[in-house]
T-cell receptor, first 113, second 115 residues
Framework: EAQVTQNPRYLITVTGKKLTVTCSQNMNHEYMSWYRQDPGLGLRQIYYSMNVEVTDKGDVPEGYKVSRKEKRNFPLILESPSPNQTSLYFC????????????FGPGTRLTVL | AQSVAQPEDQVNVAEGNPLTVKCTYS??????LFWYVQYPNRGLQFLLK??????LVKGSYGFEAEFNKSQTSFHLKKPSALVSDSALYFC?????????????FGSGTRLSIRP
């Protein structure tokens, strides 16, 4: 089944404790992206990657890191999480080209205490 | 600046009635337009998109959307609402074909269908 998977689905952590949210897709998509969803703000892009070893900042990159060492994986790293990073996070992927549909993972709900 | 607006935070419709969820955009050139739906505790699911051609686009679950270039709108419609259509709907715009084209999302409209 073609899909984007994320782990964990739910995470409660404390300020400053490094964490990684994994994202993997099995559709051989070149483009991958991370979003955060906050009430009333819609989806805001954190980072994106156009292919292996090619990543760039989105609208809200502060406090986040990413890597793209393999085409299928695009982990999101929070080196020192803070309470304002409490949010719902989505990973997405698509083929190259802005007209292509994005496929979303199920989301990771992160709470930073 | 490029943007997408969904002017209604919430739309309430009785089951069986037609529904419309509004979306307007401000993007230069010829954009690609999308609608996604989010059910509780789920990721976003693709509903439909406009690339080129016929202004009326048909998608999943009986939804359709009409692209209106002069009004820069892409409203989502369904002739007869179902309770199961209750969800959060997002309009999105991609400014161009480039792989780097960033999709811009609206803030979402919560659709509530009452029995």
């Amino acid at each position: 089944e073609a899909q984007v998977t994320q782990n964990p689905r739910y995470l409660i952590t404390v300020t400053g404790k490094k964490l990684t949210v994994t994202c993997s897709q099995n559709m051989n998509h070149e483009y991958m992206s991370w979003y955060r969803q906050d009430p009333g703000l819609g989806l805001r892009q954190i980072y994106y990657s156009m292919n292996v070893e090619v990543t760039d900042k989105g609208d809200v990159p502060e406090g986040y890191k990413v890597s793209r060492k393999e085409k299928r994986n695009f982990p999101l790293i929070l080196e020192s999480p803070s309470p304002n990073q409490t949010s719902l996070y989505f990973c997405a992927s698509r083929l190259a080209g802005g007209l292509n549909t994005q496929y979303f993972g199920p989301g990771t709900r992160l709470t930073v205490l | 600046a490029q943007s997408v607006a969904q002017p209604e935070d919430q739309v309430n419709v009785a089951e069986g009635n037609p529904l419309t969820v509004k979306c307007t955009y401000s993007v230069s050139g010829n954009p690609y337009l999308f609608w996604y739906v989010q059910y509780p505790n789920r990721g976003l699911q693709f509903l439909l998109k406009y690339i080129t051609g016929d202004n009326l686009v048909k998608g999943s679950y009986g939804f359709e959307a009409e692209f209106n270039k002069s009004q820069t709108s892409f409203h989502l419609k369904k002739p007869s609402a179902l309770v199961s259509d209750s969800a959060l709907y997002f309009c999105a715009v991609s400014p161009g074909y480039s792989s780097a084209s960033k999709i811009i999302f609206g803030s979402g409209t919560r659709l509530s269908i009452r029995p």
